[in-house]
């Protein structure tokens, strides 16, 4: 039994702002080591529950954060940027039984400690075939196409929520509870790690592989905070204005869906002007 493990930060134990998030501060230095013990506790919890293998792929920012040598001597961590699919990456080889999404948080336009969705600030909603989208539900589907299912998602409660409505039968542990965008009630580590741990064990007989799902295809439209950036965008194949600040593209399956999504947000990104946005 393979199981990938998607992690991403802000959804971590301890975590509830920028800084804590942000690469270079000291903030984020203390707060790799929370994120490293929620990870490793899921990669103990899986080889527990009977995984042969765990690969983790770094999904946060640089996708350098991660402190590899307090990981299980047993996994394998996929570590930097430029990857094919990007927070999914290694799910298309066919030897994957099961994903994790761990320290995963709320989407643009929702409640949620640091809810996002790619970008930090520049996207204010994002929707899957008129279904509000957060990376979860994005990358469930990615998942699901093939046929892989999600079968444990940490993060905050209101993560946990919402992934009720994407994978409705995996376990969820919740690290802390929203207040705000910028606080919550965190549990310590210590605690945490050992939740995660129990819910992965039992998670690993969630891992079964199940038939591919073609239910494409897939219309994803973006909005975004400035009009400028919905106009940048539309220099990707295929991705058309919708509205002032708003731009939708259909791709034949997920795959191609969140590899134009990341051309979208790599471009909305490098389209903000300092303060101005």
Same mark, same amino acid.
């Given at each position: 039994?393979?199981?990938?493990?998607?992690?991403?930060?802000?959804?971590?134990?301890?975590?509830? +702002?920028?800084?804590?998030?942000?690469?270079?501060?000291?903030?984020?230095?203390?707060?790799?080591?929370?994120?490293?013990?929620?990870?490793? &506790?899921?990669?103990?919890? $899986?080889?527990?529950?009977?995984?042969?293998?765990?690969?983790?792929?770094?999904?946060? +920012?640089?996708?350098?954060?991660?402190?590899?040598?307090?990981?299980?001597?047993?996994?394998?961590?996929?570590?930097?940027? !430029?990857?094919?699919?990007?927070?999914?990456?290694?799910?298309?080889?066919?030897?994957?039984?099961?994903?994790? $999404?761990?320290?995963? !948080? @709320?989407?643009?336009?929702?409640?949620?400690?640091? /809810? !996002?969705?790619?970008?930090?600030?520049?996207?204010?909603?994002?929707?899957?075939?008129?279904?509000?989208?957060?990376?979860?539900?994005?990358?469930?589907?990615? /998942?699901?196409?093939?046929?892989?299912?999600?079968?444990?998602?940490?993060?905050?409660?209101? /993560?946990?929520?919402?992934?009720?409505?994407?994978?409705?039968?995996?376990?969820?542990? /919740?690290?802390?509870?929203?207040?705000?965008?910028?606080?919550?009630?965190?549990?310590?580590?210590?605690?945490? &790690?050992?939740?995660?741990?129990?819910?992965?064990?039992?998670?690993?007989?969630? @891992?079964?592989?199940?038939?591919?799902?073609?239910?494409?295809?897939?219309?994803?439209?973006?909005? $975004?905070?400035?009009? !400028?950036?919905?106009?940048?965008?539309?220099?990707?194949?295929?991705?058309?204005?919708?509205?002032?600040?708003?731009?939708?593209?259909?791709?034949?399956?997920?795959?191609?869906?969140?590899?134009? $999504?990341?051309?979208?947000?790599?471009? &909305?990104? @490098?389209?903000?002007?300092?303060?101005?946005?």
């Amino acid at each position: 039994m393979k199981i990938l493990i998607s992690a991403d930060m802000e959804g971590a134990t301890g975590v509830t +702002w920028p800084a804590d998030v942000l690469p270079g501060t000291p903030q984020w230095e203390r707060c790799r080591a929370m994120f490293t013990s929620d990870v490793n &506790a899921a990669v103990v919890g $899986f080889f527990d529950g009977g995984a042969d293998e765990v690969l983790i792929n770094e999904a946060h +920012w640089s996708m350098r954060n991660l402190l590899l040598e307090r990981l299980d001597e047993r996994a394998q961590m996929l570590t930097g940027r !430029h990857k094919s699919l990007s927070m999914m990456e290694g799910v298309q080889h066919g030897d994957v039984d099961g994903v994790a $999404f761990v320290g995963y !948080h @709320a989407g643009a336009g929702m409640e949620g400690v640091l /809810a !996002h969705t790619y970008l930090a600030n520049q996207i204010t909603g994002v929707w899957l075939d008129d279904v509000r989208a957060g990376e979860g539900l994005l990358n469930a589907h990615v /998942a699901a196409e093939y046929g892989v299912p999600v079968v444990l998602v940490t993060g905050d409660d209101v /993560a946990c929520e919402d992934a009720l409505g994407y994978a409705p039968e995996a376990l969820k542990v /919740a690290v802390k509870d929203h207040v705000s965008r910028y606080a919550a009630v965190c549990r310590p580590p210590a605690r945490t &790690a050992a939740d995660i741990r129990a819910a992965a064990e039992e998670a690993a007989s969630l @891992a079964v592989r199940h038939e591919p799902r073609d239910a494409g295809p897939f219309t994803v439209a973006v909005e $975004f905070d400035a009009e !400028h950036l919905a106009m940048a965008v539309t220099v990707v194949p295929g991705v058309s204005r919708t509205g002032e600040r708003k731009v939708a593209y259909t791709s034949p399956t997920m795959y191609e869906s969140i590899r134009t $999504f990341k051309a979208v947000t790599t471009i &909305a990104s @490098a389209a903000v002007e300092e303060q101005y946005g």
